[in-house]
């Protein structure tokens, strides 16, 4: 598989890598990034082809939008897709909130907090904010993030504030990034999306949610995924006990069946990290995936992993064996 291979991202006239980067671990996510890395790494993605660049205010407390603004402005601006997220402002005068601390833990971050704000006003903010770090004139895709318990007012103020900023051309996409796949296919039989990010519920470990309901849906309305957290926060890198799935140590039933999943690789000899970054793209849904690294050698590591060659066998294999539902679709038929 060709992670340069640009495809439309649904109906939004954007095109985008197959193979795109994800911003939260150059925000420091569990640990810090040293900040020449972070650029090396945002440089090096650009330099292979990679046209797909994700980020928001969360991811470092705004440091995330900072550095990747700092090497994507340098470049030609026609030829790349940035994404970026509402839905929370950063104010240093904001008491820490944990509910919004429950799924990612930022390191060596700026002395702001994370306010949630999906109204029409706080998310006009925001776009400025996130304009003024990245350095740049405009944003192609804005995603409303993690509105799982703000539904109405996510629909009502963010929507309406993205709906009002595409209607002038100021940006490309509508879209809304969760951690399930729920409250997406509620949002795309509401409102007109262009494209939802999805992360960790679409994986060869964990697709039972996504499949029955979402992506059909997303066919229907010619909604592009993005997919996210394809190894799962780290459990199909690395499936031992004491791994994370979700960002937090992994059940043992997780475990297991990560466990199951390698030993079929292994017999196939194939990695099983080849496995979990190609299998989403088996749903012609799936415009995408995004994987974020904090070096050079991982990105390089994740190119490897999505051009390996991968026998029909093996997902045969899985599918006999229970690991892949029966309808889901792999990327060789």
Known sequence: MDPTRRVPLGKSGLAVSRLGLGGAPLGGLFDPVDDNIARDVVRHAWDVGLRLFDTAPLYGHGRSETRLGGV?????????VLCTKVGRLLRADAPPNPQLQRRAIYRDVPPVQPLFDFSEGGVLRSVEESLERLGMDRIDVLHIHDPDEHPEEALAGAYQALAGLRGKGTIRAIGAGMNQAELPARLARAADFDCFLLAGRYTLLDHDSALPELLPVCLEKNIAL????????????????GAT????????????RAQRLQAICDRHQVPLMAAAIQFPLGHPAVATVLTGVRSV??????????????PADLWRELRAEGLLHPDAPTPVG
Do not use: C
Request: proline share 10%; charged share 25%.
């Open 72 to 80: 994507l402005r340098e470049l030609p601006r026609d030829e790349f």
């Open 297 to 310: 050698a991982e990105l390089d590591e994740n190119l490897e992993m999505f051009r390996w060659e991968i």
């Open 226 to 241: 993005i997919i996210g957290g394809v190894y799962n926060s780290g459990i199909l890198a690395h499936p031992r006990p």
């Open 245 to 256: 799935f979700n960002y937090y140590p992994a059940e043992p039933h997780w475990v297991e």
